[in-house]
């Protein structure tokens, strides 16, 4: 039986008298890293018989419809009261006088003490050292805190320093440029600092829930800084792109653990996987600077034919990567029926390259429609000429269009040119030929940051063109 609580300056011992239970260490690596982290002991390993007492978890976190008080699931500690722990360290050179137990044990050890009357002075003694070591691991972890806190904060001040002067110097620059060639537009300050800072708090928060991992940000950061430098409306797509992408990723992801075999906790992203899907977006925001320099304009083929094609391109090329996105996270979660392949039409395992859903293709049109939407949200709030421009209305239906069509060349391609099988050890989908895994589709030609590359080149070069003929007159 469990005999003391691993909890520091926590003094509860088993009784069966008292109404306190004692939970074992989960024996899931990920809970176990976790429980370790909140109960805030430095170098502390817990063993196989290293207990947590009940007082530590709120209620919410226990199972009572058995007969027993068991831990849920998902439980985790949560109560601690760090700060009377240190309290009575600091009072421990002051308090001889008091009985031992007293001192540093508490009353449970005390109420212990009384009762058996078989403890020996030299175990009591042992006791009192082992809970004094647990005190003093205690205040060392919270120094280390306290510590790190202040390195935090010292260097997020170095980093908004630093990033003030970067945006003053591209603002100077600007600003030389223009001078010099006498045709250039200059870029405000304002315009500069929001377009570095954002997308580095953006990029840092990603970063922290796993969303990015260490070259994902640092090529998440380029293409948010073109992008929003050159239009809000294309950050906004973008952030909108990203944000809903990342939720869904992490959404259901135990489901998705036992179908996918690369599943990443929280969908981390590498510079590949941000390059195949935002280097087409940073190619047209960059030739849209150079056609028409940094800012918001209405889409208008009449007026400005060039510009407007270079945004519908840009807003198909988000919107076919969220429409894809959208389509292989929800569509594998929330579909009742078995995904066929676009191909054969033939039913295949869930998580197979080409396979689609009813639910996977409403999702993809969602998603697209969503970018739309943020896109001529953006335009409303940023644009001043649109009672003279053509409607903006239809770049919402552009966009879900987009997303709908991206889905399909994208499930086209991995039907066809990405390798899928079937291992029939785990019951999982491989993405590579092995020798346990049997073929289920596609050839291994490409893999799914190439198709997802691909998808959105094509929908970026197509639908622009067929948009302008069908785009309405001012």
């Known amino acids: 039986m469990p005999t003391n609580c691993a909890a520091a300056g926590c003094a509860n011992t088993y009784n069966k008298h008292i109404n306190i239970s004692f939970h074992r260490f989960p024996l899931d690596p990920k809970r176990r890293k976790e429980w370790v982290r909140l109960v805030r002991r430095k170098n502390f390993v817990p063993g196989k018989h290293t207990f947590l007492c009940s007082k530590h978890f709120e209620a919410s976190c226990f199972d009572l419809t058995g007969q027993t008080r068991r831990l849920k699931m998902d439980a985790v500690p949560t109560i601690f009261d760090f700060c009377t722990h240190i309290k009575s360290m600091f009072q421990l050179g002051t308090t001889e006088a008091l009985p031992p137990s007293k001192a540093v044990l508490g009353p449970a050890v005390e109420h212990r003490r009384k009762t058996a009357h078989g403890m020996t002075a030299p175990r009591i003694q042992g006791v009192q050292l082992l809970h004094t070591k647990r005190a003093l691991f205690s205040m060392t972890d919270l120094d280390d805190n306290i510590c790190q806190r202040y390195i935090e904060m010292i260097t997020n001040i170095v980093v908004l320093s630093l990033i003030i002067c970067i945006s003053l110097a591209f603002w100077i620059m600007s600003m030389t440029a223009s001078t010099y060639y006498g045709n250039l537009r200059p870029i405000s ?29 640092l090529g998440a950061l380029v293409v948010g800084f073109i992008l929003t430098i050159a239009n809000f409306s294309f950050f906004t797509s973008l952030l909108m792109f990203f944000l809903s992408s990342s939720k869904l990723t992490k959404w259901k992801g135990e489901i998705k653990k036992r179908v996918d075999s690369e599943y990443k906790e929280g969908g981390q992203r590498n510079w590949i996987q941000v390059f195949c899907n935002g280097a087409v977006p940073t190619e047209l925001a960059l030739l849209y600077m150079i056609e028409s320099g940094p800012g918001e304009i209405p889409i208008d083929f009449s007026k400005q034919y060039s510009a407007s094609w270079m945004c519908l391109s840009l807003l198909a090329a988000l919107a076919c990567s969220a429409g894809d996105t959208w389509a292989s996270e929800v569509g594998p979660v929330l579909s009742k029926s078995p995904p066929r392949l676009i191909t054969t039409w033939k039913k295949v395992p869930v998580g197979t390259n080409g396979g689609v859903t009813v639910v996977g293709l409403t999702s ?18 940023f644009v001043s000429d649109l009672d003279i421009s053509a409607p903006q209305w239809p770049i919402i239906a552009f966009g879900g269009l987009a997303g709908l069509l991206g889905s399909i060349v994208d499930s086209y391609l991995g039907a066809t040119m990405q390798f899928t099988g079937l291992d029939e050890s785990t019951g999982m989908v491989v993405n590579s030929p092995t020798k346990e895994a049997k073929h289920v589709a596609g050839k291994p030609i490409l893999d799914n940051n190439a198709v997802n590359l691909f998808s959105s080149v094509l929908v970026a070069l197509l639908l622009p063109t067929a948009a302008w003929g069908f785009w309405p007159r001012e």
Request: glycine share 10%.
């Open 189 to 217: 300050p304002w315009r500069w600092l929001f377009s570095v800072i954002v997308p580095v708090v953006i990029v840092c928060n990603g970063f922290k829930k796993k969303s990015l991992d260490h070259s994902g940000a």
């Open 364 to 381: 993809s049109l969602l998603g697209g429609t969503f970018v739309g939407l943020t896109y001529f949200l953006t335009q409303l709030a």
